[in-house]
């Protein structure tokens, strides 16, 4: 059987990746993998703790909240790159300066 | 002890991200994400919690996915490879960031003693129906609002207005 500890690490590397991909990449595309990959992370972390420790479905309840939440920003945020790409031709966030002040 | 299935889904799931990130074609980058969706939905099946998974399944690898790799399409460039921007101080930083993330969230929960817990609850879609439709039901209409506005948001954004498309 696998232990709480095992999903903890999995759950810790993938947040770190994400991490890095915050830091490093340019892309606006890249970035909304970083954040999705750091969600999948937390969710992850949700359930592994909540089937382990509690033994309740409220760990579930609030992961299946979360993905859809998840979603809802994934569109708005494709929908920003879409908009920018029309724009500027160009999806570098170090580029886009239209609202800096 | 821990098991092959755990092994495998867990190369899938940490590679995929990896690859997500690093890929040169940033269309097998969303292609890489999703496999790493994918996997993540696996660890939810081990984990005894199939109707999270499938959600998982259905949402991020069947909608996200998809509405990524259009996008990708839609916003192909070229060259994707002079994207990766860094200098290589910024991937140095980059790497020691998320080490250093990564290292004191393992650190900070393996350390203590309730993970090595292995007792695991069996699978309950009663209680989560239980949930969603009573003491959660707020959260959940104020979530189908939500969506509703996101989609509606993301669609008023992408529009093109005639005029401005007609020249």
Partial sequence: MNSLADYVFVSAVLFGIGVYGLVVKRSALRLLFSVEIMINAANLNFVAFSQYLWKDAVGQTIVLFSIALAAAEAAVILAIVVVAYRLHKDVDVSKLKDLEG | ?167
Avoid at chain 2, 58 to 80: D, N, P, S
């Fill in chain 2, 1 to 167: 002890m821990v098991d092959v299935f755990f092994i495998a889904m867990m190369v899938v799931v940490v590679g995929g991200a990896i690859v997500a990130l690093e890929a040169d074609e940033i269309v097998y980058g969303a292609i890489a994400l999703a496999g790493s969706l994918f996997g993540v939905a696996a660890l939810f099946f081990l984990l005894n919690a199939p109707y999270v998974a499938v959600f998982q399944i259905t949402v991020y690898v069947g909608a996200v996915a998809v509405l990524i790799l259009f996008t990708v399409m839609l916003v192909r460039q070229e060259k994707w490879a002079n994207e990766v921007s860094s200098r290589s101080v910024t991937r140095l930083a980059g790497v020691l960031t998320g080490v250093a993330v990564a290292g004191s969230l393992a650190a900070a929960v393996i350390g203590s003693s309730v993970t090595s817990t292995t007792s695991l609850q069996s699978t309950s879609f009663l209680q989560i129906g239980q949930l969603i439709s009573t003491g959660y039901a707020p959260i959940l209409e104020a979530l189908a609002l939500v969506l509703a506005a996101s989609v509606v948001g993301a669609i008023t954004l992408s529009r093109v207005d005639r005029e401005e498309s007609g020249k």
